[in-house]
């Protein structure tokens, strides 16, 4: 079988499914620009994929099959939900939490601007959600926002769409019994990450902070940086614990072992490219010394390859 169906049937097969066509198209691509923006890929794809439900405790559970995870905590108070996934998903995502219970949603912590994360806010605050976001997403949603990396412009989100409850540092949420700890960090994968920690269930949700097995995208364009991307890893894994639960963005549900080494990759790249930088390397050059090595076999069968990772790593110093 050529290597590229091998890799192909592995990702249908793997958590990443909904985005093995983007893989496929880029292969094609031999490193060139995107033919089709992986937006627009992904969002066809979202529009037919079926939402798996992944009961973790206390009634907490993840939603995949649309973008990024997302997280839905059930109970007396109703539904809390950390993300909501791409618009088109709609009819499955309802189905999904219809499954779960009868309750309404009533928030939804946005943990990035992303359209991955946050396309799917305006259906659910007409269906009575409030939303919560860093004033970073809340500004990136209100205007028209251009990823160069996926050749995408977004325009403005409806203004139901748009975070109303702007959080600028940790807060709690008392819900379901739970204490919901939501953390803003520093500049990260973008300039206004959080992550959401249910305490009494010990279940951390990472948003893009943390991609489980695959290099991450970092938005540099929005505030993101290699350097910011590692602090906010150390930061949660303050938080995380032996046994904790840990969502990633993209990716299986894992534990802390897992996340520390999605930590240790990221700061082995980091230091592997700074040290070329620091020589008057240019871009071309670094890419060429490959920096990754030692990690692609592992961590860059995704979308986000090798050549693209040490260039976001590279802009991002
Ligand atoms: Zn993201």
Redesign the pocket.
Known sequence: MPIKSILKQQLQQSAFASLAVVVSSVSLMAGSAWAESPVNIINAEAAISPITIVPLRDNISVLEGSG?NIGVMDGQDGKFMIDAGIAVSKPRIEEALAKISSKPVKYVIDT?W?W??TNGNSWLHAAGATIAGTPNTAKHMSTASRVDDWDYTFPPAPKGGVPSVLITKPKTFKFNGQDIIVTPVKPA??DGDMFVYFKQADVLFMG?LYWNGVYP?I?NKHGGNIGGAIKAVDVALKVAGDNTQIVP?HGEVSGRKELVEFRDMLSSIRDNVATLKKQGKTLEQVIAAKPTKEFDAKWGQFVINPDLFTRLVYQGM
């Open positions: 990024g990035h992303h991955d994360h994968h973008t893009d995208f938005d963005g």
